[in-house]
């Protein structure tokens, strides 16, 4: 599914039938179709892009198993704070028992475009990664207090966007890659020319 900025992935507190593990459900439920819906891991409130869900509990194992040891991987683009040295750096972040990969796509001398892989997956990783190396994403209220972002940025989100996941089908072990365009606010921007084969 992809995910608009703004919506929940799982029900909490006063979002419970707008999160969009109830919109799935509900989508199967007009078609009468009887599925238990599981989200495979999960995307910020203000982050865009693909969220897998699992008709059942098996494929919802098998797929939990592939993030686990890296079948699944999930690529995201984003926004960021600052000028990078160099267009094509290609780099890792390991901090706070976590590892990020990062691809500079563009950069002026304001803001950058870049591409990013986690070999781990916890809470706001790349935010606090990006945030530790003095390049927090644009539009970010919680890791991001540059005069940028706070009077120049017109992105008014933490500029994340989950683009691109490879997996393989939890039954049959064919491969998969999916791919969703990149969000309208980020177009603003430009510096996302970046191939389906990449």
């Known amino acids: 599914v992809n995910k608009p900025a703004g919506v929940l992935t799982h029900p909490a507190g006063m979002h419970y039938s707008d999160s969009l593990a109830n919109q799935v459900a509900a989508y199967f439920q007009e078609r009468n179709l009887s599925v238990c819906i599981r989200p495979i891991g999960r995307l910020d409130k203000e982050t865009s892009g693909i969220v897998l869900f699992a008709k059942n509990q ?6 939990q198993e592939q993030r686990e040891t890296g079948v699944l991987e999930k690529q995201y683009l984003a926004l960021v704070d600052g000028k990078y040295i160099a267009h094509q750096l290609t780099d890792y972040i390991n901090c706070f028992q976590a590892v990020t990969h990062y691809h500079v796509l563009y950069s002026t001398d304001k803001w950058s475009a870049i ?3 986690l070999d781990t997956g916890r809470t706001h990783q790349i935010r606090v990664h990006m945030q530790a190396i ?3 994403l644009l539009g970010d209220s919680i890791y991001n207090t540059s005069t940028m972002n706070r009077e ?7 500029a994340l966007h989950a683009w691109k996941v490879r997996l393989r089908q939890p039954f049959n072990g064919r491969k998969i890659e999916l791919e969703v365009p990149v969000p309208e606010d980020f177009k603003k ?10």
Not at 152 to 158: K, N, V
Not at 189 to 198: D, K, L, Q
């Open 58 to 63: 098996v494929a919802a194992q098998r797929l």
């Open 134 to 136: 003095g390049h927090p």
């Open 189 to 198: 921007y430009g510096g996302f020319y970046v191939s389906s084969g990449s």
């Open 115 to 117: 591409k990013l892989k």
């Open 152 to 158: 120049q940025c017109t992105i008014y989100r933490a």
